[in-house]
């Protein structure tokens, strides 16, 4: 932390052998002098009195959170105000543990970015309560190809260390033609997967099979197939 009497000329690190109870987290978070800079830059009129003046951390963070004013910007003042704080703890933290900082300009203006983009998602997600994703229920059923075609479905999956692909080739009715089913050993899912779809194309082509269609349910595989994945 940084004391009352090396903040004056902060960021400096002449405080390292203060006490740790020279400091408040009041101190930190609003009355130290390097951050009363930041907070002028943010809010010239600085709210006020009771801003200032507040002597109980606790009232002073509980005012701000529930306030429903605005900042000059437009910005919400309670969204503004809890990423300041957090972002004037967290340069602290980064001066004393990696004499890392910033100019209290520089740190007031990140925090007005910030909060910008936080204020841009927040907009974002408008009637979504606890940001939770509406549920949606869909019935999902093999659809079969046109008729005098056939259609390969193809799996891989990773258990404990090892990994097992499959699959199943079906003609235009349903009609089970082939199929299998491999221990690949050691490899990760999308080897699996991978694995699943060229030993089932491979084995559609030594059964003379040209006309074909295939499902796998890895929307990465088919797009590396598909030549559709960055590279």
Request: with cysteine; proline share 4%; net charge neutral.
């Amino acid at each position: 932390m940084i004391s009352p009497e090396s903040c004056a000329e902060f960021p400096m690190r002449n405080h390292q052998n203060r006490r740790l109870d020279d400091e408040s987290r009041l101190h930190v978070l609003r009355d130290c002098n390097f951050v009363k800079q930041v907070w002028e830059v943010i809010l010239p009129s600085i709210r006020g009195n009771d801003f200032k003046e507040e002597s109980r951390i606790d009232r002073w963070v509980t005012m701000n959170f529930l306030s429903k004013d605005l900042h000059g910007s437009g910005l919400p003042w309670s969204t503004l105000f809890g990423i300041a704080c957090s972002k004037i703890w967290n340069g602290c933290n980064m001066f004393l543990f990696s004499e890392d900082y910033r100019l209290a300009q520089e740190l007031a203006h990140c925090i007005l970015r910030y909060t910008v983009e936080v204020v841009k998602a927040d907009m974002l997600l408008p009637g979504l309560a606890n940001f939770a994703m509406p549920r949606v229920e869909r019935w999902i059923a093999w659809q079969p190809p046109v008729m005098g075609q056939f259609k390969l479905n193809t799996y891989g999956s990773v258990k404990g260390q090892s990994g097992y692909g499959g699959g199943i080739i079906r003609d235009g009715i349903g009609k089970w033609i082939s199929g299998f089913v491999h221990n690949i050993g050691s490899c990760f899912v999308l080897c699996a997967e991978l694995w699943a779809l060229y030993e089932g194309i491979k084995l559609a082509w030594s059964l003379g099979i040209r006309n074909l269609w295939v499902d796998c349910d890895s929307l990465l595989v088919m797009k590396m197939v598909n030549d559709d994945f960055p590279t």
